[in-house]
């Protein structure tokens, strides 16, 4: 079946660790992007990518980092440096990064971070 | 920045009434316009979406919305909710900004009573 999967669902950090979200997509989409849900603040966007080898920050990207080495793969790792980590992460993907077709965003199930 | 504002945070309806959320974005060129849902252990799926052309829009399950670009909003309505349709919802920009990027508003849990 086409569709975004992220793995792990549910991870448990220390503090002072770093750790890598996985986020894969087989729908052959050139976008991708990472978002962190946080109860009444809704979606808020972490890393955006709109081609291989390329990403931009988006509005809360201080304690993160990311790589597009492949097409279908865009990794978020959460660094010791993110002041507040435990949060719902969610890769997406969309077909272009551009205003053309007024492109949807496809979500993944989200990946649940605690820091303990 | 463009930003997006959803008016209602949290809100309860009866079986059968209307229902309109408020959502207002704050850009003053082309956008391409969203409501995303949430139902309860679900992921997040498209509802609607405007960018060009009529500027009422229906989507899935009976859900409509109005670009009114005077106003800057989109809001989203349906004449009659059923209980199925408690989840949350969000409105979404996307604006060619000098860099591609969809934001969402802070997002409203609708709850309807059976």
């Known amino acids: 079946d086409g569709g975004i999967t992220q793995s792990p669902k549910y991870l448990f950090r220390k503090e002072g660790q770093n750790v890598t979200l996985s986020c894969e997509q087989n729908?052959?989409?050139?976008?991708m992007y990472w978002y962190r849900q946080d109860p009444g603040q809704g979606l808020r966007l972490i890393y955006y990518s709109q081609i291989v080898n390329d990403f931009q920050k988006g509005d809360i990207a201080e304690g993160y980092s990311v790589s597009r080495e492949k097409k279908e793969s865009f990794p978020l790792t959460v660094t010791s440096a993110q002041k507040n980590p435990t949060a719902f992460y969610l890769c997406?993907?969309?077909?272009?990064?551009?205003?053309?077709?007024?492109?949807?965003?496809?979500f993944g199930e989200g990946s649940w971070l605690t820091v303990v | 920045a463009q930003s997006v504002s959803q008016h209602n945070h949290h809100v309860i309806l009866s079986e059968a009434a209307s229902l309109e959320l408020g959502c207002n974005y704050s850009?003053?060129?082309?956008?391409?316009l969203f409501w995303y849902v949430q139902y309860p252990g679900q992921h997040l799926q498209l509802l609607l979406k405007y960018f060009s052309g009529d500027p009422l829009v229906k989507g899935i399950k009976g859900f409509e919305a109005e670009f009114i670009k005077s106003k800057f909003s989109f809001n989203l309505r349906k004449p009659s909710v059923q209980w199925s349709d408690t989840a949350e919802y969000f409105c979404?920009?996307?604006?060619?900004?000098?860099?591609?990027?969809?934001?969402f508003g802070a997002g409203t849990r609708l709850f309807v009573k059976a």
């Open positions: 997406a993907s969309s077909m272009e990064g551009g205003m053309i077709s007024g492109n949807t965003i496809y």
């Open positions: 979404a920009v996307n604006a060619n900004t000098g860099g591609f990027k969809t934001i």
């Open positions: 850009y003053g060129g082309t956008v391409n």
């Open positions: 729908l052959n989409h050139d976008a």
